[in-house]
């Protein structure tokens, strides 16, 4: 990925131990993904990448809003992020990722791009099904609401009486209690 170059640690050149990486997400970070659900996005993804002799072991930390439309009423809305994603990443004779918790990098490999991995763990982070809080405290006013108010369906209540009771349906339920003896 050229356009994230931000995003390359080179863990060569890193002393072993523990070091901190900041980044802060806007829209422009999902242009790259082809992602255009979000109409604002504001992350801050805090990374501790903590260097081994023979492995890394990262912790990713999101936290911040996007800026969602609401699945009930369309009207947009901030929906808060706050996610955590560990990833160890060894060494082996090739690259392989079908373990989602363990990346396993060639030993020939100098940096890792980590951008892939934020990406992944916002898109976790946000709810299936997306809705306004207005609408869940009930102090949601739109139109869209009001429509669905008024073509919600009513209870019907049951008005048959033994009076109404069609008697076909009396000799059908007494053959069953018939057979019952």
């Given amino acids: 990925m050229k356009d994230l170059k931000q995003f390359n640690i080179p863990f060569v050149g890193l002393s072993e131990g523990n070091h901190d990486f900041k980044y802060i997400i806007e829209n422009e970070f999902f242009e790259y993904f082809n992602f255009d659900e979000f109409e604002s996005a504001i992350l801050e993804v805090s990374l501790n990448f903590f260097k ?16 969602v439309p609401c699945d009930i009423t369309t009207e947009l809305y901030h929906q808060k992020i706050k996610a955590t994603l560990p990833l160890v990443v060894k060494f082996g004779q090739e690259y392989n990722e079908d373990n989602e918790e363990i990346l396993i990098l060639s030993h020939d490999a100098y940096q890792l791009n980590v951008a892939q991995y934020i990406y992944e763990m916002i898109i976790l982070a946000i709810p299936n099904k997306r809705v306004h809080p207005k609408v869940l405290d009930g102090t949601m006013e739109s139109e869209t609401l009001k429509k669905l108010k008024e073509l919600e369906v ?20 007494n053959l069953l209690t018939e057979k019952k003896r």
């Fill in 52 to 67: 081994k002799s023979t492995m890394l072991e990262l912790v990713f930390k999101v936290k911040g809003t996007v800026e």
């Fill in 154 to 173: 009513k209870e019907v209540k049951e008005e048959n009486t033994a009076e109404e009771a069609d008697p076909r349906w009396d000799k059908l339920k």
